[in-house]
DNA sequence: GATGAATGAGGATTCATTCAT
DNA sequence: AATGAATGAATCCTCATTCAT
């Protein structure tokens, strides 16, 4: 269960078991993306860090358009299919779903700062993400609230409070560098993660009714 | 004529009644270096939208980087110096703290976009902001929690509950464009601004001390 | 088709027959550095004349600075490796040592001019030119001067001596516009270049031993 | 006689006691034309070193070419004055022909180098100098040469004869950088100059006439 | 699948020059 | 006489992309 075990086993996150060429360049783009974002990256560094040259590359994606929204696809999808799974299970146990919603974001540490950078660009792939993927999850973590007799939020705060979960998540994630230069540690590291995860626990305990 | 009185009033987030060419010029930046990023703003843009041509923005700033720096500057300074000032008045005031804060990124909705992309980005800008601006107001908020009577927050912890602060208010203004997609209401308007206050406001109660 | 054997014998000092894409470029530039410097030659020009555009010229010299540092490798080092041939040789016979060398600036009319340029400059690529190429060179002339039973140079002369041969010698070629004004023939033609060899190879005999 | 000596009278290769706006510029413009060449050099470097700004440049002289060419008359014209006044002299002292000539680039170190770049690129300025200024000395150098009894030069040897002058004597002074990097000494320093100048004396009386 | 060569569009920046002040 | 501001032209160079091989 914890992130440094599933690491090893799904591997998604990583680049060096990489078996496809296609595969290597999404692993290279992904990490690329995610660090400078999508004007920051050039498609050569992608190619030269895959091993092969830009051209070559477009025999694998169609354009760098192509390659971005691939790459957000394949980092979007499995997210959204933990989290529609999660939300069918018995979605009282918030301590499981937060356990396995930050593990995935753990073994996956480009995915925060993807969404982030779409997030802030506002691009034309930020409506499909949040559309397809995160609203169905949006919607049942408002219903999950709203059912929560300790629960006191009014119908307009759902949305805030839901808001305010990702802030947490996607930040502790993709905010890794300011934290690393504000805080004297790795928010990355296995021991940080756990007691963010802990964190947010304990939040979901107490703050979500704060009477 | 008499520019200097009438600049902190009408000037106060909006780039019209802007009056010297390097203020029209840093404005305009600040929004394009916020909405793209800094890859993914062209200097002849932020030029063409200040009214000048790209060479004669280099009769105002050394180059692109140092128009960067200077957005960042004029940006995060006084966040810093409101914090600072803050933290020497009644610090036990959550509340009026949380007010001002929320304030000024709701008065400067470029800030927090700003703040985020270089995070994200993790870039040379980045240091100055998190070690000279940042810091100080964030071991005050350390202390803060720590003195808090109620609070039973481990050391360790300490830092993973600024940044979740941190996380909760840049992102309510940064990520403005997901949450318009994801809910149907937009997160800068007055009412939500409001309401992010007052669920800020209950958190400070409730959630800092679970127990 | 059969262009490697071709080349030596075609392509010497001209750029008509350049094969490769590279050299074609190398030709132009060494002209067109030749005769107006390297601040004075524009990148674009080289490549136009090339038969390319600018940015493809990118795809064969990492830029403006790396070409002309292989310009000046290609124009130096056949010289270099002339005249370390010629040290090994008969050193007594100056005559031939002088034929040979000027003859080589004959076939290569835009060396002169780059050295010079370089010379005047006092340019990054001075050092190896001077170090790597002329150094060797310069001791066996500075040494078979010595030797020379009827010189009577004194060991302080001896660099200016040689100094002199190489003014006159780059001189002659390098300074073709200001003589061309100066008299009415071109230094550069055939019955000049004779001239000037016999007139250097009387000074080799006279001029070394004033006594 | 010695350059030391005149050095300090005649000043007009220093720039320290530049009284007019016009001199600084023209002392400043003259040492960066020779140094970096017409091409290499920026109308705002020249005024930025002249202690003002580049517009204002442009009240002292009509632009960059007209600020080039009075750079040149200024620097060509005495060196012209100086040798027809020594052609009409005793012309058979070569010794203290010598003495003069040497003395005057001596003393006007940027001289040499603003001749030889104009030489090299073959500007629309070096008409001029060889014409005007230049030719007339050539003349009564070649009509000396010919005068000598000792000289057995042919008449087509003449310019050939001159023009190794020239080199000798430009090339000591203008490929100053050449010379320090090949041997270890500085050509400009005071005794070598006295070196240079015995040297070029014993070729007038040797070389000249080698038998 | 891969690549070297090529390119149009655009990148930031420099340059010589102008002009109102 | 000096300058801040402005600019068109040109600088070197990068970029995403195409195409023949």
Redesign the pocket.
Known sequence: MSGSVLREVVDAGGEAAAE???DRILDVAERLFADHGF?G???????REA??????????F??????YEAVLERGVAPLAKLMSGLAQKDNQDSDGLLDSIVDHFATHPNLAKLIQHESLIGGASLAPIAQVWLRPIVKDAMIAIQRNPDSNWSEEEGPLVVAAWIHMILGHFAMAPLLRELFDFDPLADDQIERQKSLLKRYAKGVMSPE
Chains 1, 2, 3, 4 share one sequence.
């Open positions: 496809t060429t296609s004007a990256t050039a498609v050569r560094d992608i190619a091993g092969l040259t830009a051209p070559s590359l477009y025999n694998h169609a354009g760098k358009q192509a390659l």
